[in-house]
């Protein structure tokens, strides 16, 4: 009754997949110098094979390479930006979890010169999964926000001889973006999803007083990366929908942030120009479902109804109960179901096996297929 033709589609998924054990000692070994890049390579192709072959298998209508690209779902990307290094953060995060909390100074980033894309980033990576997806699928590539490179370290983090103005930085990382982006859509990218974490924590009563300590103002920063998000996408083709996957930190099962959406909300869906939001909402640490009466005609909202952060599988009744809890606030046809988060954002990151992995996103697409009628 509501099948969508395109992206996002009524069961989607965030993107990372549980990487194979022989994909992770590959990794390890190459980058401890003991395996060519060559043979690593052959070992990722063959282990991204066969996750596109399991996404279809479910029936789903989309395919990811499940970042088997990367060891993490940001740092392989923005890395090869020129003249960002990786630095100490300034920045102190309490991850919890069931087992307890547990403070952690997450790697950061500093930019020691003018920003530059020496190279494509992902673009041979899209490629290859291109190439390897069927004929009636959509692949689909996740890339981090840039606004990344400036949150966890603040102005102090950018070289001031390269960037006396913060505008020129701004301009300069959007730039970068552009030409990824551009790149992707030339080689036939039709899907994809910006992963935006900071509108998120910017939620936090708690990581809004520590951007404060950095200089920072959290009344503003949204507004200023919505900006910034607006103009790495304008390269984008006039047929490639851009997604943005909104998280509070997972990892092991483990996250950072809570607070509902409701202070970011009409910011966030009517002047970010992307045309779908993965919302994370497995829990009751993301609010209630009333800011998605901001929603305007023609965006979709992925309700990230299913956990990735335990293997505890969710009922289709309590799925459906949500969703129509969420649809008096967006219109049905305006909504659609994904779990929450990724489910390994890094190598190490797993809260559940490879069977479990799969439940979940079968469950993700009957839900949608009884909900919606297609998925």
């Avoid at 890339?143 to 949150?151: E, G, N, R």
């Avoid at 936090?204 to 910034?228: I, K």
């Amino acid at each position: 009754m509501h099948e969508r033709s395109k992206p996002p589609f009524r069961a989607d998924h965030v993107g990372s997949l549980i990487r194979p054990d022989a994909l992770i000692r590959a990794r390890d070994a190459a980058e401890k110098g003991e395996m060519a890049r060559s043979e690593l390579l052959r070992i990722q192709h063959d282990a991204i094979r066969q996750v596109v072959r399991v996404q279809e298998e479910l029936g789903l209508k989309l395919v990811t390479d499940g970042e088997f690209n990367r060891h993490s779902w940001q740092r392989d990307f923005l890395l090869k930006i020129g003249n960002v290094k990786p630095t100490a953060s300034r920045l102190t995060v309490r991850f919890h979890s069931a087992a307890g909390t547990r403070d952690h100074t997450p790697p950061s980033l500093q930019v020691i010169g003018k920003l530059s894309r020496p190279q494509a980033i992902f673009v041979d990576d899209f490629k290859f999964l291109k190439s390897v997806a069927a004929g009636n699928v959509t692949p689909k590539v996740t890339i981090p926000s840039p606004s990344i490179v400036h949150f966890r370290g603040g102005r102090r983090a950018i070289d001031e001889r390269s960037y006396p103005q913060m505008e020129a930085f701004y301009d300069d990382l959007a730039a970068v973006y552009r030409a990824e982006i551009a790149d992707l859509g030339a080689a036939g990218c039709r899907y994809l999803q910006i992963d935006e974490v900071n509108l998120a924590y910017l939620c936090d009563p708690e990581l809004r007083r520590q951007v404060a300590n950095l200089g920072e103002n959290p009344e503003t920063l949204p507004r200023t990366y919505a900006a910034l998000l607006n103009a790495a996408i304008a390269s984008r083709s006039a047929d490639m929908t851009v997604c943005m996957h909104l998280c509070r930190g997972n990892f092991a099962g483990a996250w950072i942030a809570e607070g509902g959406y409701e202070p970011i909300a009409e910011l966030l869906f009517n002047e970010i120009g992307v045309d779908g939001y993965f919302l994370e909402y497995d829990t009751e640490r993301a609010g209630s479902f009333a800011p998605l009466r901001f929603l305007p005609k023609g965006k979709i909202a992925v309700l990230g109804l299913i956990t990735t952060k335990s293997q505890k599988m969710e009922s289709k009744d309590e799925l459906k109960r949500r969703i129509e809890e969420a649809s008096r606030y967006a219109p049905l046809e305006q909504l659609a179901l994904s779990p929450q988060c990724g489910f390994s954002s890094g190598i190490g990151g797993n809260a559940m096996t490879a069977e479990d992995e799969i439940a979940k996103l079968k469950l993700v697409v009957e839900t949608a297929h009884e909900v919606w009628g297609s998925a």
